[in-house]
């Protein structure tokens, strides 16, 4: 039975929340109201490792959500309706409620989470929360939406910019626009031709779900979810997407999305809840390479599951291949699996939440500082 966590944010209280977050205390959700609304009472159906780790996710959500709208009452010129929209999913009771339930529906009828590391279902966990609520606000009215994705005829607009950008594999047939052009096809119909086959092999419910899962808007959601903490510059980078019908689930289809860094020369490292790394750029070896990959079955009914999901860094420097656990940071979850076998919050886990709150100010404090480094070719992978 996993234990409520209102000790853990309980404890951030007003005061010490001041300190992290360099504001004066101000209305709305206070962190430890937050902490009684996320305790789980039981597990149901719903692996206790999940249960977990989903404590933990929303937990981080909701400290992100409360550190955000401080920054935006600082710089109201940088928010937005949807960002708005997007802090209401965690900092209102009944939405953060809503949405807690249905990632614990989601890991009780997906059993193919059973066969994934504690770090990858973590991430996989969150990667379909990011997936769920993106398509979700295809039912909502523009002034209620969470995102700024478009959409023209069901298509994500965001998947007509990307078509020419990746390599996409529809039902076995590849459509690659660097090949296409060197046979004399035009942009123009290279995507009409790549949309009439994913229109061809795609419900029309799941029209808008799918080009959304294969464009920029479902690597966000992968990166958003990663527990990788580099940031490579240079090299090349694919990116593959695949479409195909998912056995044994009539009317359901799988997407399939990978990208590839390789060749990079220099990386930065960001910071873990636990410490402050310096950032200053790292130099690697010609021969490295970043993977991410991650499967989504999309179902007729709506759900939206995230499958398979990993994770590989491959970084050498002066031809020493350098520890792959450098690049990775552990799971939130460890911190609140700690608090949910004792009977107290232990230090780490409360020196886990706090430092969550600290990179969530540091991001926030150093947005034009990384806008300029992406400007000069330290883009953070996507």
Not at 7 to 22: C, D, I, N, R
Request: glycine share 8%; charged share 25%.
């Amino acid at each position: 039975m996993v234990k409520p966590l209102p000790q853990v944010l309980g404890q951030l209280g007003a005061g010490e929340k001041v300190s992290e977050l360099g504001a004066p205390p101000l209305a709305g959700a206070r962190l430890e109201e937050l902490g009684s609304l996320l305790a789980v009472n039981g597990c149901g159906s719903t692996p206790a490792a999940a249960d977990e780790h989903l404590l933990a996710l929303f937990q981080s959500l909701a400290l992100g959500a409360e550190a955000e709208r401080l920054h935006a009452l600082a710089r109201p010129a940088q928010d937005s309706i949807a960002k708005r929209n997007r802090r209401k999913t965690y900092l209102e009771p009944h939405s953060c409620e809503e949405w807690l339930g249905r990632s614990r529906a989601f890991a009780a009828r997906c059993d193919k989470l059973t066969f994934l590391s504690c770090e990858a279902l973590y991430s996989a966990l969150a990667m379909q929360h990011y997936l769920e609520l993106d398509v979700a606000d295809l039912r909502l009215l523009p002034a209620q939406r969470r995102s700024s994705d478009s959409y023209t005829d069901g298509v994500n607009d965001q998947f007509l910019l990307d078509a020419t950008r990746g390599r996409f594999t529809v039902m076995g047939e590849v459509f690659h626009y660097a090949e296409a052009t060197k046979a004399g096809e035009s942009e123009v119909d290279f995507v009409s031709r790549l949309l009439n086959a994913v229109r061809a092999a795609t419900l029309p419910a799941l029209l808008a779900p799918v080009t959304l899962a294969m464009s920029q808007s479902g690597l966000a959601a992968l990166e958003r979810a990663s527990l990788c903490i580099a940031a490579v510059s240079g090299g090349s980078q694919r990116v593959d997407y695949t479409l195909e019908l998912e056995p044994g689930q009539p009317g359901a289809v799988r997407v399939s999305l990978q990208l590839l860094r390789q060749g990079f020369q220099e990386y930065l490292l960001s910071g873990t809840p636990d410490e402050d790394i310096d950032d200053a750029p790292r130099r690697s070896d010609r021969e490295s390479w970043l993977k991410k990959a991650a499967t989504v079955v999309l179902g007729p009914g709506g759900d939206v599951d995230v499958v398979h999901l990993e994770e590989t860094v491959d970084v050498c420097h002066q031809g020493r291949r350098l520890p792959s656990s450098d690049f990775f940071q552990d799971p939130p979850a460890a911190s609140a699996a700690v608090a949910a076998s004792r009977p107290e919050p232990t230090p780490r886990c409360l020196s886990g939440a706090r430092g969550c709150a600290r990179r969530l100010c540091r991001r926030l404090a150093a947005e034009t500082r990384h806008t300029d480094l992406r400007e000069s070719g330290i883009a953070r992978v996507a």
